[in-house]
C-alpha cells in the first residue's frame, strides 16, 4: 500500500535561513507528488507537483522541490524563508487512483 | 477561479444525533472527497465520488455515508454522530486524471457533545 511519511511534526527557523522540508513517500510505481500549504485558519492551497521530467519542480511562493527516485524522497526547499511562510506543509501521493494519500504534515514557524 | 464551498462552516451536535455536511463545487469536477483533519493523523480520506451517483469508500469510512446527487453536490452524513467524530472536515474536487490538484473547501469544524 502506499504511504507518505513527513518525519518532522515541527520546524523552526529564523527569517532568512533556507528551509528543508522533509517527505518520503512508499509506492512500487512512478509516483505524482504534491505538496500543499494550509495556513492558519484556511484551508489547504495547492504548492506544487511532481508528474515526470525535471526532478526539481517550482511552485508557487518561491518554493521548489526535488524528487529523488534513489531514495523515495520529495523535499521542499525555499531560500531565504519569510515569516509569511509559518504554516503547515502536507506532502500528498497520487498514485493515479483517485485516492490521494497525505502525510501528517509539517508545522513550520520561521521567526522574524 | 475553482471554488468548493462547505456548509456549515461549524456545527455543535449531540451524541446519537443525526449531522449532514454539504459540499459545493463549481469546477466541474468529475471527483469529489471528504477527508477529516485530525492532529497527528493529517488528512485521511472517509469517502470520494466519481460522479454523480456514485460513492466509494476510502480509508476510514466507518460511521459515515456520503451522498453525491449531482455533479456539484457531496454530502458526508454521520447517522448517529458520536464524539470520536468530532473533527475538521475538508471537502475537495478535482478531474478524473491522476496527477491534477485538488481544490479543497474550507472545511467544517465539527463538535459532538
Known amino acids: 500500500a502506499q504511504s507518505v511519511d513527513q518525519p518532522d511534526a515541527h520546524v523552526t527557523l529564523s527569517e532568512g535561513a533556507s528551509l528543508e522540508l522533509r517527505c518520503s513517500y512508499s509506492?512500487?510505481?512512478?509516483?505524482?507528488l504534491f505538496w500543499y500549504v494550509q495556513y492558519p485558519g484556511q484551508s489547504l492551497q495547492f504548492l506544487l507537483k511532481?508528474?515526470?521530467?525535471?526532478?526539481v519542480v517550482k511552485g508557487t511562493k518561491g518554493f521548489e522541490a526535488e524528487f529523488r527516485k534513489s531514495n523515495s524522497s520529495f523535499n521542499l526547499k525555499k531560500s531565504p524563508a519569510h515569516w509569511s511562510d509559518s504554516a503547515k506543509y502536507f506532502c500528498?501521493?497520487?498514485?493515479?487512483?483517485?485516492?490521494?494519500?497525505f502525510g501528517t504534515g509539517t508545522r513550520l514557524q520561521v521567526l522574524p | 477561479e475553482a471554488a468548493v464551498t462547505q456548509s456549515p462552516r461549524n456545527k455543535v451536535a449531540v451524541t446519537g444525533g443525526k449531522v449532514t455536511l454539504s459540499c459545493n463545487q463549481t469546477?466541474?469536477?468529475?471527483?469529489m472527497y471528504w477527508y477529516r483533519q485530525d492532529t497527528g493523523h493529517g488528512l485521511r480520506l472517509i469517502h470520494y465520488?466519481?460522479?454523480?451517483?456514485?460513492?466509494e469508500k476510502g480509508d476510514i469510512p466507518d460511521g459515515y455515508k456520503a451522498s453525491r446527487p449531482s455533479q456539484e453536490n457531496f454530502s458526508l452524513i454521520l447517522e448517529l454522530a458520536t464524539p470520536s467524530q468530532t473533527s475538521v472536515y475538508f471537502c475537495?474536487?478535482?478531474?478524473?486524471?491522476?496527477?491534477?490538484?485538488?481544490?479543497f473547501g474550507e472545511g467544517s469544524r465539527l463538535i459532538v457533545v
Open positions: 475537495a474536487s478535482g478531474p478524473d486524471r491522476g496527477g491534477n490538484t485538488l481544490y
Open positions: 509506492y512500487s510505481a512512478a509516483p505524482y
Open positions: 511532481y508528474i515526470t521530467g525535471d526532478t
Open positions: 500528498a501521493l497520487d498514485p493515479n487512483t483517485n485516492k490521494v494519500v
Open positions: 469546477n466541474n469536477h468529475n471527483n
Open positions: 465520488s466519481y460522479g454523480a451517483g456514485s460513492t
